[in-house]
C-alpha cells in the first residue's frame, strides 16, 4: 500500500523525491534531482515552487502570478498557464539535491536565477514559436524530411574530429 504525498507532508513534515517529468527543465533534471517539499504555512509568493494535485497527479511548477483564491503557475520549460487553486497547493519547494549538493530555495543565487529564466520567458516563447511556424511551413512544402537530413548531417560533421 502506497502513501499520498499529502500524508507523508502530515505525517513527515517534509517530502523528499525524484523528479520526473521535463517541465522544469533546465532547473529539476528528471530521475536525476531530488527536491525537498514543505507545507507552506502561508500564501505563496511569485517565483515559488508549488506541488499541488491536478486530478490524480501531482505537478511541481513555478508560480508565475497571485491573484485572489487562485495561483498562476507554470513549469520552467513549458509555455502554458494553469490556475490553480489556493487548496490544491499541497506545499512549497524549499530545495534540491543535486550530485550530493543540497541548494536551498532561499539561496541568492538561486533567486538570481530563477528571475533571470523568467525574464527571457518571452525569447523563450518567441524561439519555440517561430520553430514550430518554420517546421509547420517545411511540412506544408514537403520540404521537412530534407531538412531533418540535413541537420543530422550537419550534427554528425560537428562530432567528427
Request: glycine share 8%.
Amino acid at each position: 500500500m502506497s502513501v499520498s504525498f499529502e500524508e507523508l507532508l502530515a505525517r513527515d513534515g517534509r517530502l523528499v523525491y525524484k523528479t520526473r517529468g521535463v517541465s522544469m527543465e533546465p532547473m529539476l533534471r528528471q530521475a536525476r534531482d531530488l527536491v525537498i517539499i514543505e507545507p507552506s504555512g502561508e500564501r505563496l509568493k511569485r517565483y515559488d515552487v508549488a506541488l499541488y494535485k491536478r486530478g490524480k497527479k501531482y505537478v511541481l511548477h513555478r508560480v508565475v502570478g497571485v491573484r485572489d483564491g487562485y495561483y498562476l503557475i507554470r513549469g520552467d520549460n513549458t509555455y502554458c498557464l494553469e490556475k490553480v487553486p489556493d487548496g490544491a497547493v499541497l506545499g512549497v519547494l524549499t530545495g534540491f539535491v543535486r550530485k550530493g549538493k543540497q541548494y536551498r530555495a532561499d539561496n541568492r543565487g538561486y533567486r538570481f536565477y530563477v528571475r533571470v529564466w523568467h525574464a527571457v520567458y518571452p525569447l523563450r516563447y518567441l524561439y519555440v514559436l517561430a520553430r514550430s511556424l518554420a517546421v509547420a511551413a517545411a511540412r506544408k512544402m514537403g520540404i521537412l524530411p530534407l531538412i531533418k537530413k540535413l541537420v543530422r548531417r550537419e550534427g554528425r560533421q560537428k562530432q567528427e574530429p
